[in-house]
């Protein structure tokens, strides 16, 4: 079955540095999304991208989709402490119908 | 509006007791989804309904979790008899429909099997 995976598991920035994360899928995506859950808290939708090499920015944050529409990365530039959390891709492809799938989140600390 | 309503917050029960979650979407979101989430991992899903429909349950250890979601609004979801091994967060989501729409997640019941 489809498999998302996410790299790295764990990054610790100290604030001002820029933080990426990458997500890989093994099929074709037919779409992305990308969560955030803060420590304690619940996944939170923050975006999604459709088309082939989409670029869409949320101010500090970049995210991307690759051409072959199964890779993605999200950037944040400058990071803050309010960044810390886990963020998660999760891909669909055809044959999952409507479920995402998750992949196990890259952990960012920002320590000031 | 009010977000997904998830209860209860918390849950701690012996193995081998039965257990159930309450889940209330937002108003008009036809979708439902019920996830797991382990410590340090992503959510994995167990059950989606469309309406009151389960259209996707092939994830559900039918043996000892069962679902419903009568009048396609509210879904409980029982686990019974309780293992160890369940442990995690219960995590409820609701969307528009669609393979399109991003999720709105509930804050979940985190249930400890002792």
């Known amino acids: 079955g489809q498999q998302v995976m996410q790299i790295p598991q764990y990054q610790h920035v100290q604030e001002g540095e820029d933080f990426t994360t990458y997500c890989n899928s093994s099929?074709?995506?037919?779409?992305i999304q990308w969560y955030k859950q803060r420590p304690g808290g619940h996944p939170v939708f923050l975006i999604q991208l459709v088309k082939s090499g989409e670029v869409k920015k949320q101010k500090r944050l970049t995210f991307q989709f690759g051409e072959a529409k199964k890779n993605s990365s999200l950037h944040i530039t400058a990071t803050q402490t309010t960044d810390v959390g886990t963020y998660f891709c999760a891909g669909r492809n055809s044959n999952s119908g409507y479920a995402l799938n998750f992949g196990k989140g890259t952990s960012l600390l920002v320590t000031p | 509006e009010a977000g997904v309503v998830q209860s209860p917050r918390y849950k701690i029960i012996e193995k081998k007791q039965p257990v159930a979650f309450w889940c209330n979407p937002i108003?008009?979101?036809?979708?439902l989804y019920w996830y797991r989430q382990n410590l340090g991992q992503g959510p994995e899903l167990l059950i989606r309904?469309?309406?009151?429909?389960?259209?996707?349950d092939s994830q559900l250890p039918k043996d000892r979790f069962s679902a419903e979601r009568l009048k396609g609004v509210d879904s409980t979801l029982k686990i019974q008899p309780a293992e160890l091994g369940d442990s995690a967060v219960y995590l409820c989501?609701?969307?528009?429909?669609?393979?399109?729409?991003?999720?709105?997640f509930g804050s979940g019941t985190r249930l400890t099997v002792v």
């Open positions: 309904y469309e309406n009151e429909e389960a259209v996707d």
């Open positions: 989501a609701s969307s528009s429909g669609g393979p399109f729409y991003g999720y709105t």
């Open positions: 108003s008009g979101h036809n979708t």
């Open positions: 099929t074709t995506l037919s779409n």
